[in-house]
């Protein structure tokens, strides 16, 4: 008997509102399942997760998502039951069942009955809530995950859109017909990532479908995410159908849409500004009301010791790093992806003929004996390419530096050791290899923005003099020698090479796309993406160069912006932590060392003790615990200000390091 669906089963597959019969669903299950025909039966309640599905390019069906994750629920409830009778062997142990009882308005045997077996009534209200918390987190994580997704692809295709209209508009006026375009687009996802995505469904509809154009953007249309694409479809196929210019349209169109992205930037940075506020309220200013708070209980006889300690090692760094991760989220659609400077002819492996052919052998080895002269003769050249990479040898150094300072006897790494000298064990034992990988990352990193940033900001302006010097009838070559002659820098050396490339190669598009590569600066390797595919398509240069030109001034102007405006709420941050240290500080030298002179002077004298204990107050260990704290803020804080400023934690190690080294001399000087 066949278990192929008819074409009404189809239809109820499609969401139609029509009920399945017994046969029907008997096919459905041999086919399907019995997960999925259930979803299935009720298409209609998860239309809305099949259109988030198809916006986050998921590749998957309602019935089939939702049945794995039925699956992955019941995983989670079994960790959760696991985890509950955990938590009540825990809990028993500690005794913290001994004061369940049943609520005071019930009467007869029910509170009896808790009493006799508080164990088994407070194990079963925590496994019941452990394994609720994991099995409906999982659930809801799994059924609004591809909304997220979506809704950062929105995002994503939001910014880049505009540069991806010059693009379209560059070859669009370089005679390139509109298919064309978009399939040169499609191909750039490297460049252009998520708006390439969507142009590439296009050119699939086209290509396998066998649809026309017109079908392919009205189809990508309905599945995109963001609005302002689908807004600008729209209008293309209303150009298309009157027949209207199709490159007059882009040209209007990418002015348009860079003010829409300038008006999200401006609301993202809103939203950043909002998040620094808050990251000062809540990891500032809460954790200091609560340490001070906490110690001044201390003097009353309470034990808070423990708490400031949970608050100190777990809360503040564990809720700084969901901070930065929510940050990160946040600014997701924003960065321009690094996978864009990397030259795919670097990564082409050789066919089965060149790699049997007798001379590709020695040319590999005389490539592997170049790259290892070339690092010795540069080995930094790579750290300087990828600051990740010092890493590799400042972790290890780091390691060896704990080690001789505990095997010479400086410092103990153990609870006392850090007690008994709070600055010195903490500074050799933390602060110090935190120094050794932080400092060399930081600087190479910076080093390498400081680059990116000068190259940004001089390639519009050297771009506009090759368009002027072309316009006025300079052939590339010659303009291209004028503008290594009158700059100076990685800019004129780069430049010259491209000259070179260009006489003795006479492939300029090529030339223009090695360019962009070793520059190795994401928003120029499109930039010089856009001169390639426009030049070899146009036969006007300079106003190629013109296009290309004010596409990199308007990203440069919009980075420009966000350094600038995140500038006051970096300085936020900073003077945050200075407040915290200042009142940590004062805390260390007006409370907590009277108290233990207090504290010597009742050990020393005969009298009675003082009925406020202070001798039952580790001063010691609260002095380790402040100082701790103020360690963390500093790194927390920087990193903070670094992902406000550049978008970037490493941009925040300069702030760490200074902040850092700030807590540690102040506490070395009271």
């Known amino acids: 008997m066949s278990t192929e669906p008819t074409g009404a089963e189809y239809a109820v597959e499609l969401g139609a509102p029509r009920p399945l019969t017994g046969a029907e669903r008997e096919r459905f299950r041999q086919r399907y ?51 509950g009778v955990w938590a009540t062997l825990l809990f028993a142990r500690l005794g913290l069942f001994g004061a369940v009882s049943a609520p005071p308005a019930l009467s007869g045997e029910f509170p009896r009955l808790v009493g006799e077996n508080r164990l088994l009534v407070g194990g079963a209200v925590v496994t019941a809530l452990s394994t609720l918390l994991l099995g409906g987190g999982t659930y809801l994580g799994r059924y609004y995950h591809p909304r997220l997704v979506a809704s950062t692809r929105r995002q994503s295709i939001d910014v880049t859109l505009p540069h991806a209209i010059v693009y379209m508009y560059a070859l669009s006026y370089g005679g390139m017909d509109l298919t064309a375009v978009i399939r040169s687009l499609a191909e750039a996802e490297d460049t252009y990532g998520e708006v390439a995505r969507e142009f590439d469904t296009v050119v699939r509809d086209v290509d396998l479908f066998g649809n026309d154009l017109l079908t392919g953007l009205g189809n990508a249309r309905n599945l995109t995410p963001s609005e302002n694409l689908e807004q600008f479809l729209d209008d293309m196929i209303s150009v298309l159908d009157s027949g209207g210019d199709v490159t007059a349209f882009l040209d209007n169109e990418a002015n348009n849409y860079l003010e829409e992205a300038t008006d999200q930037q401006e609301d993202f940075l809103e939203t950043l500004s909002i998040m620094s506020e808050v990251f000062v309220v809540a990891f ?24 400031i300690s949970v608050l100190t090692y777990a809360v503040l760094p564990l809720g700084m790093a969901a901070f930065l991760v929510l940050i990160d989220v946040l600014s997701a659609p924003f960065v321009e992806s690094r996978a864009a400077i990397e030259d795919p002819t670097e990564a082409v492996q050789p066919d089965e003929t060149v790699a049997d052919d007798e001379r590709f052998a020695a040319y590999s080895e005389r490539r ?33 530096a704990a080690v001789i300072v505990v095997l010479t006897g400086l410092a103990e790494p153990s609870l006392d050791g850090f007690v008994d000298s709070p600055v010195a064990t903490a500074t050799l034992l933390v ?27 001089r390639m519009p302006d050297t771009l506009n003099i090759l368009s002027s010097a072309n316009k006025m009838g300079v052939s590339l070559v010659d303009a291209l020698g004028l503008v290594s002659r009158a700059t ?53 240069l300079s106003r190629v160069l013109s296009i290309a030109a004010e ?11 966000r350094r600038r405006e995140m500038s006051s ?33 009742q ?51 300069k702030y760490s390091l200074l902040l850092v080294v700030v807590s540690v001399i102040a506490f070395s000087l009271i």
């Open 33 to 83: 399942g019995y997960l999925r025909t259930y979803f299935k039966e009720r298409a209609a309640r998860h239309a809305g997760l099949q259109r988030s599905l198809n916006q986050a390019r998921a590749g998957r069906t309602f019935d089939e998502y939702l049945a794995a994750s039925v699956r992955w629920v019941a995983l989670a409830a079994l960790a959760g039951v696991l985890v």
């Open 488 to 540: 100076t820098g990685t800019i004129s050396e780069e430049v010259r090479r491209v000259r070179n490339d260009v006489m003795w190669n006479d492939d300029v598009s090529g030339a223009l796309e090695k360019f962009g590569y070793r520059l190795r600066v994401p928003q120029l390797v499109r930039t010089t993406r856009l001169l390639s595919e426009g030049i070899s398509s146009s036969g006007d």
């Open 368 to 400: 592997r004996r170049e790259a290892l002269l070339a690092l010795a003769r540069d080995p930094l050249e790579r750290v300087r390419r990828e600051p990740d990479w010092s890493l590799a040898l400042t972790v290890p150094l780091a390691l060896l």
């Open 284 to 307: 500032v200013a809460a954790p200091l009301f609560l340490v001070v708070i906490l110690v001044v209980i201390s003097l009353l006889g309470g034990e808070t010791l423990s708490r």
């Open 603 to 653: 050990a020393a004298s005969d009298g009675p003790e003082s009925p406020l204990g202070f001798s039952s107050v580790p001063i010691d260990v609260y002095k380790t615990v402040l100082f701790h704290s103020a360690l963390i803020q500093g790194v927390g804080s920087g990193l903070l200000a670094g992902k406000l400023a550049d978008n970037s934690v490493r941009s925040g190690l």
């Open 551 to 561: 596409d990199a001034r308007n990203k440069f102007r919009l980075e420009r912006k």
């Open 569 to 601: 709420y970096i300085a936020i941050v900073v003077i945050g932590f200075l407040v915290y240290l200042l009142v940590v500080l004062m805390l260390d030298t007006a409370y907590l060392d009277p108290i233990a002179a207090i504290s010597a002077e």
């Open 431 to 457: 602060v110090v290899p935190f120094l050794v990988v932080a400092a060399p990352l930081s600087y190479f990193h910076e080093r390498r923005r400081a680059r990116e940033n000068a190259l940004a900001s």
